[in-house]
């Protein structure tokens, strides 16, 4: 893990460096996801049989693609009753956090006599995309499916890539805390292809969730339109400002965390304090030969991770918001008094006790969160993205002739007389 500093020449570089990795726009990658979507939209069960077959090693049916109920409930109980405890207290915490996202519908009528409102829906059917395949992530399946029930979807679809056919305990013990009604074994971009155009044995859903590889990814981009989707998810990422207070094994710990997630993570730390740069890398070097993950970690490291030298906190803060991270870490004394200056991020973790791994899993907001710098313009996964506004109108004959002549005349002049007329008819 290098030590930069932002007046160094290579800077601007590094910045780059980690804003353009896990781009989706490779051209033999998006060729490749290119012809899955198609064939599955054009050839449904058969074009996903076979991928299936070719990409994740084993043999579905019609018969064996959904897991069935008494599929689930063995597998869910080949859980740890203290495993499951963990899980319960998680999903409890994530359910009052996304209650209070509910939202109402309202109406006002104004002085002319026009009643406005809005009403607030939820979609009639979601699909959750679960990585389930060398990695497994049962969190995952609480942050996406807990929200969606609380919003009120009428049925809530899990896709996961599954080994030899066979349903991830972990995942399936999520899947029913969840609430998620049904589950199909399997994944990667025909998995999308499918949500989004339905087959015979997959129906199509309004809207498409949850993290997955570059090809998941690519997929999600492709169907976007045909299907909503709630985010391009990224490399994961964390970005620590430190101002030296701290332990610089928290800091050093806190960046494998995301370092050995894969190789494309990054994990940077700006901190004014050259000597906490140096005593921050030295401890990453220490903890990294303790991570089951090592060889990963180490490989994200060399590319995309740094310890970075700032003038001061006021720059640090600037940085943070020129990256907008996943993950932001405010390691200062007085995290709040930098709260307000913070723009752009993901989730901000206040203080030397507030580690990301508990917002991954834990503490109860959602950790789908924007990643590669679209904290800019996206928020968090959360109830509002499993609903829909539909916009009431009402006016009275009165409120008509009140406005009336000015709304013919606006559609009058951009050429819209039909417009015009429609209105114009009503007045007599």
Sequence with gaps: MRIIRTDDAEFEHFFRQIRERGRVFDPELWASVGRIVEQVALRGDEALFDYTAKWDGHCVTAATIEASPEE????????????????????????????????EG?????????????????????GIYAPGGLACYPSTVLMTAIPARIAGVGEIILVTPSRDG?????????AEMGGVN???????????????????????????????NAYVAAAKKMVFGRVA????????????????????????????????HDEMA????????????????????RQLE??????????????????????????????????????????????????????????????????????????GPNHVLPTGGTARFSSPLGVYDFI?????????????????KQTAHFAELEGLDGHGKSVRIRMG
């Design 266 to 285: 990054s994990a940077v730390l700006l901190t004014p304090d050259p000597a906490f740069a140096e005593a921050v890398v030295a401890e990453v070097t």
């Design 290 to 363: 303790d991570l089951s993950r090592k060889d990963i970690a180490d490989r994200s490291l060399a590319a995309f991770a740094a310890a970075v030298v700032t003038r001061d906190l006021d720059e640090a803060v600037a940085l943070a918001n020129r990256f907008a991270p996943e993950h932001l870490e405010l390691m200062v004394q007085d995290p709040r008094r930098l709260l307000p200056g913070i723009r752009n991020a993901g989730a901000v973790f206040l203080g030397m006790h507030t580690p990301e791994a508990l917002g991954d899993y834990m503490a």
């Design 388 to 404: 829909k506004r539909t916009s009431l109108l009402s006016f009275s004959r009165e409120a008509l002739l009140k406005y009336g």
């Design 229 to 260: 989707i709630e985010m391009i998810a990224g490399p994961s990422e964390v970005l620590i400002i430190a101002d030296g207070s701290g332990d610089a094994s928290f800091a050093a710990a806190d960046l494998l965390a995301q370092a050995e």
């Design 182 to 212: 049904r589950i199909f074994k399997i994944g990667g971009a025909q998995a999308i292809a499918a949500l989004a155009f339905g087959t015979a044995s997959i129906p199509c859903v309004d809207k498409i969730v949850g993290p997955g």
């Design 166 to 174: 066979r349903l991830h305990p972990l995942i399936a013990a999520a």
């Design 106 to 126: 309202w109406s006002v009528t104004d002085e002319a006599g026009v009643e406005l409102g809005q009403s607030i829906l939820p979609l009639s059917r979601v």
């Design 72 to 103: 689930k409930k063995e597998a869910a109980a080949r859980v740890h009753p203290e495993d499951l405890e963990i899980f319960r207290l998680a999903a409890r915490r994530i359910e009052r956090f996304h209650e209070r996202q509910r939202q």
